[in-house]
């Protein structure tokens, strides 16, 4: 039997008769340290529903995982990869042999895509740039036309944000639970990595050459793609699933011809044409004189 103090365990020894009257409270009588207010201060610092190798709710006080959509927090944890991670999902991208959705193992990131499109974009202005230089060659004096930059800027980066929005969206339509938004945006954001080479070299002035790079860069980047999706399209019914892969070839395809028509083609509609100097009225009327 045992009884519990302020502060104290008492413990008292009873006969097997159950008789108190014998006991000596000298030797029987024993005080030890009592663990009772330890005990009360760690109970009341455990959260109702808590339960070891749990993480705590969201709503645990300042160490809450609970991300708010204003806050830095929330759009870190897009970015929460590290550089091997990133140069292996770009390795899987080029060469791949599993599903690109395993490679992500559940960490969708938006770090390589954002960089890809974004060194895709410079390459492209670069591309486009020694193109129009190689098509004046002989002019007095070649410009730089930035329009090129924001022509490839709008391209790529529309086109990798819209595009798996669009996608997502229609997947929920029409019923897919396996959708994910931002598994669309990687898909698409390291399909863009292809373009990378395509585009260091399809700047030679021969046209026929550079509609055979942008080929191969379409035929790689689009097989990326529809090897990717398809598990996931096929979640919708065989009709839907068929509609939207030839909506996502069609897409790309039109991707392809607007890099090679704005940026590889002598006299893009992108690029700014130089105006010829008009005629000076002085030497007009002189040469009207002559005649």
Same mark, same amino acid.
């Given at each position: ?19 108190l009257?014998?006991?000596?409270l000298?030797e ?39 991300r ?11 970015f ?7 140069l ?6 080029l ?20 960089w ?5 974009v ?5 591309g ?6 190689l098509?004046?060659?002989?002019s ?7 329009? %090129? /930059?924001?022509g490839? !800027?709008?391209?790529? #980066?529309?086109y990798?944000?819209? =595009? +798996?929005? &669009? $996608? ?12 994910? %938004? /931002?598994?669309?945006? !990687?898909?698409y954001? #390291?399909?863009?990595?292809?373009? =990378? +080479?395509? &585009? $260091? ?10 509609w055979?790079?942008?080929?191969v ?15 996931? $399209? ?14 996502v ?5 039109g991707l392809?011809i ?18 010829e100097?008009?005629?000076d ?6 040469k009207?004189?002559?005649?």
């Open positions: 039997m045992s009884g519990r103090g302020a502060g104290y365990d008492v413990v008292v020894d009873v006969d097997e008769e159950g008789d009257g014998h006991t000596d000298q029987d009588l024993e005080f030890h340290s009592s663990n009772f207010n330890t005990d009360t201060a760690t109970n009341s610092r455990k959260l109702p529903g808590s339960s070891p190798g749990l993480p705590a709710p969201a709503t645990a006080g300042s160490g809450s995982s609970k708010y959509l204003w806050t830095l927090s929330f759009y870190a944890q897009f929460d990869v590290d550089t091997t991670s990133v292996s999902r770009c390795w899987a991208a060469y791949p042999r599993a599903n690109f959705l395993d490679v992500l193992e559940g960490n969708p990131d938006l770090y390589g895509p954002i890809i499109a974004t060194t895709v410079f390459i492209l202005f670069l486009g740039t020694i193109s129009k230089y098509a004046e060659t002989g007095e004096h070649f410009v730089y036309d930035f329009r %090129l /930059l924001s490839a !800027a709008g391209l790529i #980066y529309g990798t944000l819209v =595009i +798996p929005i &669009a $996608l997502f969206l229609a997947l929920k339509y029409f019923g897919s639970e396996s959708a994910n %938004l /931002l598994e669309c945006w !990687a898909l954001g #390291y399909s863009n990595l292809i373009w =990378i +080479p395509v &585009a $260091l070299i399809s700047w030679s002035p021969i046209t026929t050459l550079n055979v790079f942008v080929g860069g379409f035929g790689l980047s689009v097989a990326f793609l529809l090897r990717n999706l398809y598990p996931v $399209l096929s979640a919708t019914d065989k009709q839907t699933s068929k509609a939207l892969l030839i909506l070839v069609c897409l790309h395809a392809a607007a890099i090679k028509i704005l940026f590889f083609a002598h006299g893009s509609p992108v690029a700014k044409t130089p105006k100097p008009a005629p009225a002085g030497e007009g009327a002189t009207l004189f002559m005649f």
